[in-house]
């Protein structure tokens, strides 16, 4: 198994990982019932995505 030739500083290894952070979600207002959803999804409350209705829901 390789191992590596040199040991990476806590700076160089910061570097690296600084795009490994989690990000919240983009949360958007249903132009149906104005609910928070997420982009490119079905609306989870009115089942409602580009107009028309996909799910039923009560």
Same mark, same amino acid.
């Given at each position: ?10 700076? @160089?290894?910061? @570097?690296? @990982? ?41």
């Amino acid at each position: 198994m390789g191992l590596p030739k040199v040991k990476l500083s806590k700076g @160089r290894k910061g @570097r690296r @990982r600084s795009h490994l952070a989690l990000h919240l979600p983009n949360l958007q207002p249903c132009p149906q019932c104005k609910k928070p959803k997420l982009q490119h999804a079905v609306c989870p409350s009115c089942g409602h995505y580009a107009g028309r209705e996909v799910i039923k829901t009560k």
